[in-house]
């Protein structure tokens, strides 16, 4: 608990570089540091702000934005660096890392869903029929959005091709297969 201020009666600030007791609750679940876990997931890993709140499971806002009123958020609090991709591939001379993103909308923010084109039920398996979707696209395409469900018939066809014709292999049973898989993918039906 913090020290409470006798002439204001309110509670004085947690002084920089102090842990609160959900910062310790956070610490005990993890088994390790916020800072050991922020870099390496945040910083090295390159996890969005909302992956890392769910892990944490806290909300994004109280690890990452400034409050009103002077509060300050963790990353505020415990001095925690600031994830800037652009410096690190001009110091490292290397990418960042890739992340998994959206295979429609490319977002990073959000735990992707594994979204069927054939529906598991009408026998949709999952070798050919599996996509990874943020939420808001996976919905999209649950509805029937031509934008998303055109993209989504794109990526699928270019995954099975890349994955049934690798480079040099020319066979006519590799053809065959992904004509099959063409065909039920553009019908959208089981294989």
Sequence with gaps: MNPINPQTGQFLPTPPGTKTRKM?????????????DYQEYY???????KLLADRWVVKRELIFRNFKRGRRSWVQMLKLPVRRHEELSVEENVAPHPLK?????????TKLDEAHW????????????VLSLCPNCHRKLDRGNEP??????????????MRLLPEG??????????????KAIILRQPL
């Excluded at 054939?118 to 029929?129: F, I, L, M, W």
């Design 148 to 161: 998303t469900v055109a993209h989504c018939r794109e990526t699928l066809l270019f995954k099975s091709v």
């Design 43 to 49: 910083v090295e890993k390159g996890w969005g702000q």
């Design 24 to 36: 310790m609750e956070v610490e005990g679940r993890l088994g390790r540091t916020l800072e050991e």
């Design 169 to 182: 292999e020319n066979s006519s049973e590799g053809r065959r297969k992904l004509c099959e898989v063409a």
């Design 118 to 129: 054939v529906s598991r039920q009408t026998g949709g398996k999952k070798s050919y029929n």
């Design 101 to 109: 993103q959206c295979e429609v909308c490319k977002s990073r923010e």
